[in-house]
């Protein structure tokens, strides 16, 4: 079974952090939607006022698959912890429709599907538009 350490990422984590961003938009087939630089990702998570907060799962791994060995399960336990310890009462993720193993995980660990529940669609901003709409 793979070890799994959860710690708070630092500014040096941001070459990881996009090479994972980038994988991770390549299994979900958006490639093209990546348009973030290392230096922006340091700039907007470890200045003054951070625009978001992040975590790095350091795996070391046995011999064998990391599918099913409750990685998953861990990383989203701690994102809860951390939640929690800043003051936040829910926190939300996003989920391609064909990504099944996403979503029964997170129904397991007790998320609620709000698409299902509630009927709510998420909407984007971005480039072009965000331009028009500010008159820049």
């Not at 990881?16 to 299994?27: K, S, T, V």
């Not at 989920?95 to 099944?100: F, G, P």
Request: glycine content about 10%; hydrophobic content about 45%; charged content about 30%.
């Amino acid at each position: 079974m793979a070890s799994v350490r959860i710690r708070e990422a630092k500014g040096g984590d941001c070459g990881d952090i996009l090479r994972l961003i980038r994988e991770l938009a390549e299994f979900e087939n958006l490639s093209d939607q990546v348009k973030i630089s290392e230096e922006a990702l340091r700039a907007d998570g470890f200045g003054e006022n951070p625009f978001y907060h992040c975590l790095v799962a350091e795996i070391l791994p046995a011999s064998g698959k990391l599918l099913g060995q409750g990685i998953g399960s861990k990383i989203i336990k701690k994102v809860a912890e951390v939640a929690l310890d800043k003051g936040c009462s829910q926190f939300r993720l996003a989920v391609l429709d064909w990504n099944q193993r996403a979503m029964d995980l997170y129904k397991a660990l007790g998320a609620q599907d709000l698409t299902e529940a509630e009927g709510w669609h998420f909407f984007r901003f971005e480039g072009e538009v965000m331009r028009k709409l500010a008159g820049k």
